[in-house]
């Protein structure tokens, strides 16, 4: 069972570490890195003791938008103009 759900708007963006964390009990940070929010993960572990969090987000705002537009425009259809 997760210890807690949080925002992912309530987590840091650490540099160094490259992954949103939040503080930990135990006194360590909980990670989640962008890779893994854009594949679907939803948890984020502390690397320190047993600990894990359910992160809260909108997955849209970590996929590839260039990816998913060019995928939009080979759907569409030519319409012919009268």
Avoid: H
């Avoid at 930990?24 to 893994?36: H, S, W, Y």
């Avoid at 590839?64 to 939009?72: A, C, L, N, T, V």
Wanted: charged share 30%; with cysteine; hydrophobic share 30%.
């Amino acid at each position: 069972m997760s210890y807690d759900d949080v925002e992912i708007e309530d987590m840091e963006w650490n540099e160094e570490l490259k992954a949103f964390t939040y503080p930990c009990p135990c006194g360590d940070l909980f990670q989640i890195t962008k890779e893994e929010l854009k594949i679907g993960e939803e948890i984020a572990r502390c690397p320190s003791c047993s600990l894990y969090i359910t992160v809260i987000y909108n997955m849209e705002d970590f996929t590839d938008q260039k990816s998913k537009s060019s995928i939009d425009q080979s759907k569409q259809q030519p319409v012919a103009v009268a």
